[in-house]
Each structure stands twice: as structure tokens, then as C-alpha cells.
């Protein structure tokens, strides 16, 4: 059994710090997240060393559009989360406790996973990686030393202290910002926006950056309340950082809501392109919300058709104009 990290103890409980949720756990409760529990008076971590998942996908699948594009990663989960969100797409194991039975690696044995199929990323990705924080860290310790970069893809949900130890291992992150309205993170995911804006913040200044916001018809999806987090991301950002605008589908508690509207989408893509130079409508064939373009020339800069991608640029500038973009690139 793995020790958790970011702990706290009072008389009867010990307290997990390692997300703003703080659970306080007497002797055989479980976390929020289910996959952190006191066993004899320790905090123990439930998923260390046993994925549910192991795939290689193309980087634009998590999505990173601006991080090494047209490359494969190594994509790993666990079980577990600390949201609750009622949309969730992989709820069959981001709502479960951890899987015992079926397969287990350990960080050394996902490196030379990585090294055997010749991939040099790495995504902590499908359930939320916070929850599964100790695992991830071993494991991105061992892939710094071994020229294997380390992408989270996380809800942001995460306290400050164990965010900034994880950071330095940390090459480039997807952040969810499922909305910008801290109702919408309470009802929907039983969280709250504001430690999610500043994992945003801190994020920023250390890794490369992109965000990516599900809109969905009747909850998140006020055009004006859109704008306003456009303008936040610019001012509080950079107008260069990614937003990938993501159609949402029926799903788990939301079966019965119906599918984004594709003009919906549109009309956030013409309004986030007001505030921000890279603006992308994902979950959709769409050819206008795929590609990247030179902000100032508007060159095309990364064709993308499906997860095809044809990159016309191997440095940070735009090869007509010279303008610098925001991004990794290499052919």
C-alpha cells in the first residue's frame, strides 16, 4: 500500500489536503474521490500501481492542438475523481473505487511501455490525475530522466501546495474550465470555480497551457457569461492560450439533454475569437475550428482533417510574417 502525501491529522480524523474539497476521514472512510481512504489511521492511495487504462493516442485527442502536433502519447488512468459531474463520459470509472483484478504496472514498468513503442509524451488522463497524484508523480519523475515529456489532463481541482510540487515534472496541461459560473461547478460538479482559475493562474507561468471548455445546451452555454471567461482567459492568461470549445453529447445523468447545437458553438467561436488568437469547436467535423492559422497574416500554420494533422512549421514562428505562436512545434 502506498502512504498518501498532503496530510493532516486532528484528534479522530486525518484530513486529506491534497484538493480543496479537504475530506476528513476517520479510520475505513474513503475520500470523495474513492480512491484515497484511512486504513489504520494512515491515508493510503488506492490506485497506486493499478491503471484501468493504457493506450497510445494521437496528442490532439486529449486535446493539445499546440503541443507537439501530429505526435503519439502514452494515455493512463485510474479509477476515481473528485468531481461528481452528471456529464461525465467515463463515469464507469471515474465514479468507482479502484479496480484490484485486471491489470497492474508499476511507474517503472509505464516507462518502458513508453520506451517500447518509441512515444516520448506521456498523459495522465481519463479519470483526474489529482486523485491519483502519488502514482502520477513517480512516474513523471522517472519520465523526466528518461527525455519523456509529462501532459496532464486534469479538472484543475487541485490545492495549491501539492500543485507546485507537482509542476516542475510537468511539461504542458489541458485544463477543463467547465464553466464560468460557480453554481453551474456546485449543482453539476460538486466543486467550485474559483481553485480552478487559480491552478489556471499558476499553471500559466510554468507549463504550456490549453484549455477546453464542453458546452452544454441550457447549462453552460449563456453567450455572455462566454465572453466573460474569454475575456478572463485573455487578461488573466494571455490571449495566445488554446480554448478548445467542446460539443457535448447525452451522457450518464444528462442522457436527456439534447447535443450542442452547432450554431451555438459557432457563435462562441466568433466570440472567443474576439478576445483570443487560437480558438478550436472540438467533438465535431468542423473544418473553420480545427486549423491553426498565423494570428496576424493568418497563414496556415497546422492542417488538421479528423486526427490527420499536416504541420507547416517546425519553430515558433509564422514562416511568412514571422510572428511568433504559441506553441511546441517540430516536423
Known amino acids: 500500500m502506498m502512504k498518501a502525501l498532503f496530510t493532516e491529522k486532528d484528534d479522530r480524523n486525518i484530513i486529506c489536503k491534497l484538493c480543496p474539497h479537504e ?43 499546440h503541443y507537439y502536433p501530429g505526435h ?31 491489470q497492474t504496472a508499476t511507474p517503472e514498468e509505464i516507462i518502458n511501455i513508453a520506451k517500447q513503442r ?11 490525475p489529482t486523485v491519483f497524484y502519488e502514482y502520477m508523480f513517480d512516474i513523471a519523475k522517472i519520465a523526466r530522466k528518461n527525455n519523456i515529456k509529462n ?38 460538479c460538486q466543486g467550485s470555480l474559483e481553485p480552478v482559475l487559480s491552478t489556471l493562474k499558476y499553471l500559466k507561468k510554468h507549463v ?4 477546453t471548455n464542453l458546452m452544454i445546451s441550457g447549462k453552460n452555454d449563456d453567450i455572455n457569461r462566454f465572453s466573460r471567461m474569454s475575456r478572463w482567459i485573455r487578461e488573466e492568461l494571455s490571449k495566445d492560450t488554446p480554448l478548445h470549445i467542446s460539443r457535448f453529447f447525452p451522457h450518464y445523468k444528462m442522457s436527456d439533454v439534447q447535443p450542442t447545437e452547432i450554431i451555438t458553438l459557432e457563435k462562441a467561436h466568433f466570440e472567443a475569437k474576439k478576445h483570443l488568437n487560437y480558438v478550436y469547436i ?8 480545427k486549423s491553426t492559422h498565423c494570428p496576424h497574416c493568418d497563414e496556415l500554420l497546422i492542417d488538421r482533417e479528423g486526427y490527420t494533422v499536416d504541420c507547416k512549421i517546425s519553430t515558433n514562428k509564422c514562416p511568412k510574417c514571422q510572428t511568433v505562436v504559441y506553441g511546441k512545434f517540430d516536423k
Do not use: W
Open 23 to 65: 475530506c476528513r476521514l476517520t479510520d475505513g472512510q474513503t475520500g470523495m474521490c474513492l480512491a484515497r481512504k484511512n486504513i489504520d489511521d494512515q491515508l493510503i492511495s488506492l490506485t497506486y500501481n493499478h491503471p484501468v487504462s493504457i493506450n497510445i493516442d494521437p496528442i490532439e485527442k486529449k486535446p493539445l492542438y
Open 72 to 102: 503519439q502519447i502514452l494515455s493512463i488512468g485510474t479509477a476515481g475523481c473528485n468531481f461528481k459531474c452528471q456529464n461525465c463520459q467515463n463515469h464507469d470509472i471515474s465514479m468507482s473505487g479502484p479496480v484490484k483484478s485486471g
Open 118 to 128: 518509441g512515444v516520448k509524451l506521456i498523459a495522465y488522463t481519463y479519470n483526474e
Open 151 to 188: 501532459v496532464i489532463v486534469s479538472n484543475g481541482y487541485i490545492n495549491l501546495k501539492p500543485l507546485a510540487k507537482l509542476a516542475p515534472l510537468i511539461d504542458a496541461a489541458n485544463i477543463d474550465l467547465k464553466a464560468f459560473d460557480d453554481h453551474f461547478y456546485k449543482k453539476v
Open 208 to 211: 504550456h497551457l490549453e484549455i
Open 282 to 289: 472540438g467533438n465535431i467535423q468542423h473544418r473553420e475550428g
